[in-house]
């Protein structure tokens, strides 16, 4: 699942907060710099537990780079205020079905 941000941020963010119900399994949050299909995703793992409301924040600093799941390492830094899309995908090559209710997905200052 993917979608444009908009607008997107005039300042910087420190982190993507989401509200989340999960099934225990991983999951990835992507960040894309530009409006295209492909290209670098910006990516941070985290597995809600299941049945459960939680809050979640994925620090900006732990988003890698990544290409089709390679490592991009002469990416350009991820900053807030570049981000155009944001993205949700289960993570680890996991078969069968899945359940991630999503309350909100949100950038937060500090």
């Known amino acids: ?17 989401l509200v989340v119900r999960g099934d225990g399994r991983r999951y990835k949050l992507n960040l894309r710099i530009d409006r295209g299909f492909d290209g670098v995703n910006y990516q941070a793992a985290f597995a809600p537990p299941a049945g459960r409301w939680i809050r979640q924040a994925l620090a900006l600093a732990d988003f890698l ?9 002469d990416a350009p830094a ?3 205020a570049t981000i155009e ?5 289960i993570a680890d090559r996991q078969f069968g079905g899945f ?12």
């Open 1 to 17: 699942m993917r979608a444009s941000v908009s607008p997107p941020s005039a300042r910087d963010i420190e982190a993507i907060e």
């Open 65 to 73: 780079p990544t290409w089709r799941g390679r490592a991009v390492p």
């Open 78 to 80: 991820l900053r807030g």
């Open 85 to 89: 899309q944001v993205g949700l995908m």
């Open 99 to 110: 359940e991630l209710a999503i309350q909100g997905i949100w950038a937060r200052r500090e």
